[in-house]
């Protein structure tokens, strides 16, 4: 028994702290890349499956050394900085700096984006009257849930970790390892002690199967008899990962008829980021084109401010489909957020974008409109675009209407006749 107790005590003392430990566990495959850069910044694009890497520095050394990447094979150069495509969006990537050189770490998941904060963004249907009165609550796992609902986790965390353990206390510990410690093997013992039983059982299934895999399993996403909120969040997971799969045209179209059904909880309030994120995604995936076109009308009255960098997206995405005039629309509408020496390439695509629809009278507008807002004349207009309407209806019908009324110009027609008042003196020829 003592050699046996010695030998428990020294492999204890070798395991790797918990952060290693957690990588181990969720991992799949993981690349290193030595990178020679000092000045270099990391964007992940999960349901795009890009890494973006920043840098002001000579870009063709790491772009050499990052082209040998199986995870990410296709690198491509872009002002400033390298796009890396990769084979999926169950990934990870992460940058350290040692003296002047700089590693990337990309890893493969066996399950999802564990410390992505979308991960533990909860509403369970959970009356905190049975728990031990409203909130604030009288009792600690009542008081823990309405601080969480609060986004208070870290003052949520001392009360659940005194609290009774029940099934729902052991999965929203499980929570909180994974968002505040980024510790996946505590959440996944916290998720084991929950069990499979009962809604909170297949929610704490689904948490496993989204840390470790669980192939063969049953349908972790299954909705079967689920109350709301749970099966609108179970929901959303399943698009989340389909969208990370590669499958952004399937997962936008379910997202899009979820958004339809006003009778049941909105979807892109508690997980506004995957909304965006998956719009934008399937805005630059040519085959969901439309399906992201259908999510940004949907979105915008969503969006606290008009999203230029999304709008740019959609516009894109309508031209290609040929619909001129939407797109034109699109940009019009954020022509206000445009910085100011961006402005002149932003008029100039707005008004061809016009050109292409045959429609010169918003043209004429955005024209003028540059004249008195930039003193100098737009380039002359382009040759209009041969039609593309049935390219258009095979691909849109039903998902984009009254593009018109959706996206006005109003704000660039009354910018336009507010400066006629001010009568400038007409530009150098």
Not at 100 to 109: D, E, G, H, I, Q
Not at 135 to 147: F, H, I, N, S, V
Not at 291 to 300: A, E, F
Not at 384 to 403: C, F, G, N, W, Y
């Amino acid at each position: 028994m003592g050699a046996h107790l010695t030998l428990v005590l020294v492999v204890l003392a070798q395991a790797p702290p918990a952060r290693e430990s957690s990588v181990l566990l969720t991992a799949a495959a993981i690349e290193q890349f030595p990178l020679p850069l000092t000045q270099v910044t990391l964007e992940l694009d999960p349901y795009g499956s890009q890494v973006r890497l920043d840098s002001p520095e000579p870009l063709g050394p790491a772009a050499k050394a990052l082209a040998k990447s199986r995870l990410c094979p296709v690198v491509r150069k872009r002002a400033g900085g390298l796009v890396l495509q990769c084979v999926t969006g169950r990934l990870e990537a992460e940058l350290t700096r040692t003296g002047k050189t700089t590693t990337l770490a990309l890893r493969r998941l066996r399950g999802l984006p564990w410390r992505n904060p979308l991960t533990t963004r909860t509403r369970l249907p959970v009356d905190k009257h049975t728990l031990g009165g409203a909130c604030p609550g009288t009792t600690a796992d009542a008081q823990g849930e309405c601080l969480l609902e609060r986004g208070q986790l870290a003052d949520a965390k001392p009360l659940l970790d005194t609290a009774v353990t029940t099934q729902l206390v052991s999965l929203r510990r499980g929570d909180l390892a994974v968002l505040l410690a980024q510790d996946a093997v505590a959440a996944l013992g916290h998720y084991e002690a929950a069990g499979t039983e009962g809604t909170l059982g297949r929610l704490a299934h689904l948490r496993r199967c989204e840390l470790v895999g669980c192939p063969g399993a049953r349908d972790p996403y299954e909705t079967v008899a689920l109350p709301e909120p749970v099966r609108t969040e179970v929901e959303l997971r399943q698009i989340r990962a389909l969208a990370l799969d590669g499958h952004r045209a399937r997962a936008a179209t379910l997202l899009a008829a979820r958004m339809g059904e006003v009778a049941r909880p909105p979807p892109c309030e508690d997980w506004f980021d995957l909304c965006v994120g998956l719009t934008s995604a399937a805005l630059r995936d040519g085959d969901a084109a439309a399906q992201g076109l259908s999510l940004y009308v949907q979105l915008l009255p969503l969006l606290p401010a008009k999203d230029a960098r999304l709008a740019r997206q959609a516009a894109d995405a309508a031209s290609e489909l040929g619909a001129h005039r939407f797109a034109a629309n699109v940009l019009a509408s954020v022509t206000d957020k445009i910085p100011p020496r961006q402005l002149g390439e932003h008029l100039s695509r707005t008004a061809a974008m016009y050109d292409d629809a045959d429609d010169r009278v918003r043209s004429d507008v955005i024209r003028e409109y540059a004249v008195v807002r930039l003193r100098r004349r737009l380039r002359p207009p382009s040759t209009p675009a041969p039609p593309q309407e049935d390219r258009l209806l095979e691909r849109m019908k039903d998902l984009v209407t009254r593009s018109e009324e959706d996206l006005a110009v109003a704000g660039a027609l009354g910018a336009a006749s507010r400066a006629r008042a001010v009568r400038p003196d007409p530009p150098p020829p």
